[in-house]
Structures are given as structure tokens and as C-alpha cells.
């Protein structure tokens, strides 16, 4: 039975998408292929039920009233099928090839019960001890770049899953990365001093798995190769359906919000994925995010559609996973399939081509201004995602499609051509040093120089520090009599002691900043990209300096306004020993908004801290003195605490950072107020 293309309004229209894929069961009135024209997007019905027997269309393709979509195997003749394929299997090897295709081979064996199949071919895979190479590449560190500061294995040496193989260092921390398999390193593809980001193979790692499910079918090598490849491709059919943890779904993870629009669908059925690479962006009111793959395998049915609200736990898709539903003969033998059924080779090629890429599926070299323009253009979701890792705005790209469609080939195309042209005479900026600064004059007549290389926690910071160039900022500057909070913190400390807590002025100040961020949340909020708009945050995270022998880093304290001194105390304790023992993970440093630095007990009576960009804020705590202070008939000793307030200009006024200062000093004074 075919299934045509019914009476969509308009002469002739695009395929944009197949919803359906050979040995799908399909209902009556379920949507099979989406047809798109000048005036509208069209999801067209199957007028039948029954089972996908081949699909007779090519995404890309004009097609009209009439013209036949798919081939479809009504339900009713699916036990006359069955009949066909058992006196199939009884023939022999000479007749055999000549009573069903490849696919109608594979789809009527699995569509079999599991007890149908014969004995020999439902025996269970054994382990034989078959080796496997798997790539271990960097994560998510919590910053967009970081320098491989140390590898801690060589080649040849056998690692276990989480063992930590390669240090990183950003501006902001030392991270160990680890292992996230079991194996002997077979090559490192990094060095010490390369600059890394997520994506980033590490390193190459030979496990031991699973003999091949093929290994099976040794025995059958004596029989004739007809017959022989015929079982094979019916065992290999027979063992899917008693598989079925094979085909594992992509839920929705946390978003952090209630819900979010699928704004791209990343893939398409059919492609195959590796672990954690993006399938899905989805967008909220506070952020855009690529949800990754949970496993490696082929798409095999995707169950959102472009719009569409979800929230944690929704099915996005279906994965069958490798070497589970399919082993490795699976894709053999539909490569031996009729020509007639196979996928057409100007869409296979750009598919062969982007596989033999690197592998930066998550990377996106654009920005949101490229990117918001890349959504005008009129292009599919495997284009666009193509654009995002060659860096390409679509705009620049000629289109070839119909109604001025982008094609994956006009992409290609734009790339060679970027590629061969001719390159530019550098410009006389390239001499000039990374902060923008000229290059240094010549020393040598005036005594010379000694070089002293600075630790790579300062080379990663340089870039990061320099953003404070694009910062307005003002410091605000005050002084908080905290003799009483001292005091008091002294009758504390002997009893925290003895609980192996460490109680410091530090966690007080904490405290009665985040308090204080409840009612001020422009100090902790973010300037928004158009420059329109000040983003509140929900929650208060705050950043914490701390200084390592290498470099100031800043490890961040979750919800202070939550939480008791005590509990402050405990995680500053922690915090403060993780950094200095470089143990830090990339959560330990995401998200503040507001940051804390203090001089401690070095000296100094004030100084102007740098915001640190996104933020908008940061307070800078130097060391207390006691001073004379006039109490309206004489002078008094106080313990004065001076603070130094910097902040963004853009966001807020010098009238409201006084305000801000003047009430921390009167909740330093008297930390009762917190609880009023």
C-alpha cells in the first residue's frame, strides 16, 4: 500500500523531515513525513496502519499531489508475511536470496517472538575478553578555556575510573581531571602548556569488553555463503527484540527552571551520537542549553518537536545503544540492501565528512549576536548545528535549496571557498600584546633584564583581569566598628576549636553581606547584554578569594543566607583547604554573584578590588585597627574595620553604594539586627 502526498494548497512543496524510518509501526492518522512551502509547514497523516516497508522520499526533495511517500505493509498482511520469511529460511542458499530484500529479512525475523528463534541463534554473547579504544576528552570545567598544567600517566600505564590523569589551570582554579574509564593509556594527544576546552580528546584509552556479537557466526563458515549470511542477518534481527534495554530514552535533566521550549532539535533519526554530545537546545526566560547524549548509539526516534514546553523527566528521544540492539553485522548487511532503498549519496557525503571533523559537537564558535542571526536564515536544525561548530553565520552563505533553503553542501561549499581564498597581509596590530598594551622597549642599555616566568594560574588570568578594561567601576569606601562582634566571636572561638572549626571574622562579614544582598539584589544581579536590563538573581552565591601559593583563586560559598555562622565557618574551612591543595572541581567555581576578597592579616589600610566580570560588585575587607573614636564627649578605642566597596557604574549609583556600605557597618556593629 502507498501512501501518497494528499492536497497540501500549494503546487509543489519541500520534504524539511521523515518522521518515520523502514520497520516503524505506524497508526492511522500518525504524522509521517513534515512538508514545508513559501506559506506553511505541513505534517502529513498516514491513511493507513501498518508497518513502513520503504521510504520513497529524500529530505530535500519537491514533491506534489500524488506523489508517493512511503510504501506501506498493511496489518493484515503481516501473517502472510510471516508464512513467506518460515519458507524462506527452509530453502536452500541458491533460492534463498531471491525471496525477500535485506530489510524485509530483518524486519518480518524481528518482528518474531524471542522463542520463535531457533536455539543456535539465541545463544547469549560470551565475554571473550575483546578489547575496545575509548577517548577520554576534557568536561565541563566551569570555563571556556584552561592550560594542561601537568599529565600525571604516560603511555602504557593502566588507569582506573576516576584516577585523575591531566591538571588544568584557568584563572580561576587548578583542577584534576579524571578518568572516566578503566584501561591501559594507549596515546596522549595533549601536552604540557596546550590550551584545552571541553570537547578536548585527552587521551586514548584501551579497555577490555564484550567479544563482538558477530564471533557468533564463526561456525556458519563452513556452510555456503548465501546461506550462511542469510541466518546471520535473521540471528542478528532474532536478537533485537530480546534486547530491549538496547534502546535506552533521553530524558529532559534538571534545568534549573520549571520549563523551557525546545528551540533545535540537534540530530535527526538515524544519526549516530556519542556520550554527552548536544542533541537538543532549549531555551528559557534566564539561559539557553544543549542537553547532551546520556549514551552512545543511533537515534532511533525523536519524541519533541521544535516549540514545544518540557520539563525534567520528558522523553526527548529514543538511542539504540551499540553492541546491544544492533552488533556489528547489523550494519553490513544493510549496506548489502537494493540501491533503491539506500539513502542518497549527496546526503551521505556531507555526513562522511563531518564524522572524519574533530570532535566538537558541543563546541559553538559563535556568539549570541551570530547565533540570533542564524535563526532568521532559513536552514534545518543539521545545518544549523553545523554552522555552530564551524563557526559560520548563515547569513554570508549563499543558499541553493528551494525557497532559498541553506543545504549542508552550500555550507561545504562556503567553507572550501573561506578556506583557498587567498589570506590577507597581517595587520601591524598583530604586534601588539595580548592586554592591548604597546610592546616593551629594549632594555639592554639600561642594566638589561632577568626574566621570571609567572605561575600559569596568573598567564590564565591575564585575559579575565583584562575585562575589568570594559568596566566603569568606582570604589566606595567605609569603615564598621566591629569591637563587640569581636569580642563576642572570642567567647565562640575556644568551643569551635575544640569541634576542629576554625571561626574568623570572615564568616560573620558573610553572613551579613548576604543578608544585606536580600534587600540590595542589583549588587548581586548582572548587567544584561543589551545593556537594557539589570538580571536579579534568585539565589545568592558568593565568591570567596583565596590565596595558594600559585595564585588567588575563587572558590564559592552556596546560599550563605541559608545558613548558620557555624555552617558558614565549616565550608570556609573546606573550601579554603581545597583550594590550596588544588582540589577544586569545576562546581566548586561557577555561578557567584558577588565576591568577597580580604587582605587578612598582611596590612594595608584600604585598597580598589576589581569586579569581576559578570558580576557587578566586590567587597574588599582590610585589616581591623583600633583607633580613637569620638563619642560625643570623648575618644574611645574601637576596632575598625575598613571596607572597600567596587562596583559597576552602569548598575549602580555612587548614592546607592553608600547605602549599601553604611548599613553593613551598622550590621557589623551590632549582628543582633539579623535577627530582627
Known amino acids: 500500500m502507498q501512501i501518497t502526498t494528499p492536497d497540501i494548497g500549494v503546487d509543489k512543496a519541500t520534504v524539511a523531515e521523515i518522521l518515520v524510518k523502514v520497520g516503524d509501526t505506524i497508526a492511522i ?305 544493510k549496506a548489502e540492501a537494493p540501491a533503491a532503498k539506500a539513502a542518497p549519496a549527496p546526503t551521505a557525503a556531507p555526513k562522511a565528512e563531518t564524522a572524519t571533523a574533530p570532535a566538537t559537537h558541543s563546541a559553538d564558535k559563535l556568539t549570541k549576536e551570530q547565533n540570533a542571526a542564524n535563526a532568521k536564515v532559513y536552514a534545518g536544525p543539521a545545518v544549523r548545528k553545523l554552522a555552530r561548530e564551524l563557526g559560520v553565520v548563515l547569513a554570508e552563505v549563499k543558499a541553493s535549496g528551494p525557497h532559498a533553503r541553506l543545504m549542508k553542501e552550500d555550507l561545504f561549499a562556503y567553507v572550501k571557498d573561506r578556506l583557498t581564498a587567498p589570506q590577507a597581509a597581517p595587520a601591524p596590530a598583530a604586534a601588539v600584546a595580548p592586554a592591548g598594551l604597546p610592546k616593551l622597549p629594549d632594555f639592554t642599555a639600561f642594566g638589561g633584564v632577568e626574566e621570571k616566568a609567572l605561575t600559569r594560574l596568573q598567564q590564565v588570568s591575564i585575559p579575565q583581569l583584562s575585562l575589568n578594561n570594559y568596566i566603569p567601576q568606582v570604589t566606595q569606601f567605609d569603615a564598621a566598628d566591629i569591637t563587640e562582634l569581636e569580642a563576642w566571636r572570642n567567647e565562640l572561638k575556644g568551643n569551635f576549636k575544640k569541634e576542629g572549626i576554625s571561626l574568623t571574622i570572615m564568616a560573620f562579614i558573610i553572613k551579613a553581606v548576604a543578608y544585606l544582598l536580600k534587600e540590595e539584589r542589583e549588587f548581586a544581579g548582572h548587567l544584561s547584554d543589551d545593556g537594557k536590563s539589570v538580571l536579579l538573581r534568585n539565589e545568592i552565591h558568593m565568591g570567596i578569594a583565596v590565596a595558594t601559593p600559585d595564585g588567588l583563586t575563587v572558590p564559592v560559598l552556596r546560599n550563605p543566607d541559608q545558613k548558620s555562622i557555624k555552617q558558614i565557618a565549616v565550608e570556609l574551612g573546606v573550601l579554603g583547604q581545597k583550594a590550596r591543595d588544588k582540589k577544586l572541581s569545576p562546581k566548586d567555581l561557577q555561578g557567584a554573584n558577588f565576591t568577597i576578597t580580604s587582605l587578612g592579616s598582611i596590612g594595608g589600610t584600604a585598597f580598589t578590588p576589581l569586579v569581576n566580570w559578570p558580576q557587578v560588585a566586590i567587597l574588599g575587607i582590610s585589616p581591623a585597627t583600633m583607633q580613637p573614636v569620638w563619642n560625643g564627649e570623648s575618644f574611645d578605642p574601637r576596632l575598625m574595620l575598613p571596607l572597600s566597596l567596587s562596583y559597576d557604574h552602569r548598575v549602580i549609583n555612587g548614592a546607592d553604594a553608600a547605602r549599601f556600605t553604611n548599613k553593613l557597618t551598622k550590621l557589623l556593629r551590632d549582628i543582633r539586627t539579623l535577627l530582627i
Open 29 to 333: 492518522d500518525e504524522s509521517i513525513v513534515l512538508l514545508e512551502s513559501d506559506k506553511a509547514s505541513v505534517e502529513v497523516p498516514s491513511t493507513s496502519a501498518g508497518v513502513v516497508k520503504s521510504i520513497l522520499v529524500n529530505q530535500g526533495d519537491e514533491v506534489s499531489e500524488g506523489a508517493v511517500l512511503i510504501e506501506l505493509q498493511a496489518e493484515d498482511d503481516a501473517n502472510a508475511v510471516e508464512t513467506q520469511q518460515a519458507d524462506a529460511s527452509d530453502k536452500t542458499s541458491e533460492n534463498t536470496p531471491t525471496s525477500l530484500s535485506d530489510d524485509e529479512i530483518l524486519q518480518e525475523v524481528a518482528s518474531h517472538q524471542p522463542g520463535a528463534a531457533s536455539s543456535q541463534n539465541s545463544a547469549p554473547a560470551t565475554n571473550s575478553g575483546a578489547s575496545a579504544t575509548v577517548e577520554v576528552q576534557v568536561p565541563d570545567i566551569g570555563v571556556e578555556k584552561a592550560l594542561v598544567g601537568e599529565i600525571l600517566v604516560q603511555v602504557g600505564d593502566e588507569i582506573t575510573v576516576d584516577q585523575s590523569i591531566v591538571v588544568v589551570e584557568s584563572d580561576k582554579a587548578t583542577v584534576e581531571v579524571p578518568s572516566t574509564v578503566d584501561g591501559i593509556v594507549e596515546a596522549i594527544s595533549i601536552k604540557e602548556g596546550d590550551t584545552v576546552k571541553e570537547g578536548v580528546v585527552i587521551l586514548t584509552v584501551k579497555t577490555t569488553g564484550s567479544a563482538p556479537a558477530t564471533q557468533q557466526a564463526a561456525p556458519q563458515a563452513e556452510k555456503a555463503p548465501e546461506q550462511a549470511a542469510l541466518e546471520a542477518k535473521a540471528e542478528t534481527a532474532a536478537q533485537a527484540p530480546a534486547a530491549p534495554a538496547g534502546d535506552v530514552e533521553v530524558k529532559v535533566p534538571d534545568l534549573g527552571v520549571d520549563k523551557a521550549a525546545v528551540a533545535e532539535i540537534l540530530v535527526q533519526v538515524g544519526d549516530k551520537v556519542e556520550k554527552d554530545q548536544s542533541i537538543i537546545v532549549v531555551e528559557s526566560d534566564k539561559a539557553t542549553v544543549e542537553v547532551p547524549s546520556t549514551t552512545a548509539g543511533t537515534i532511533k526516534a525523536i519524541h519533541v518537536e521544535l516549540g514545544q514546553n518540557v520539563s525534567e523527566g520528558v522523553a526527548l528521544l529514543t538511542i539504540e545503544v551499540e553492541g546491544q540492539a544492533a552488533p556489528a553485522a547489523a550494519p553490513a548487511a
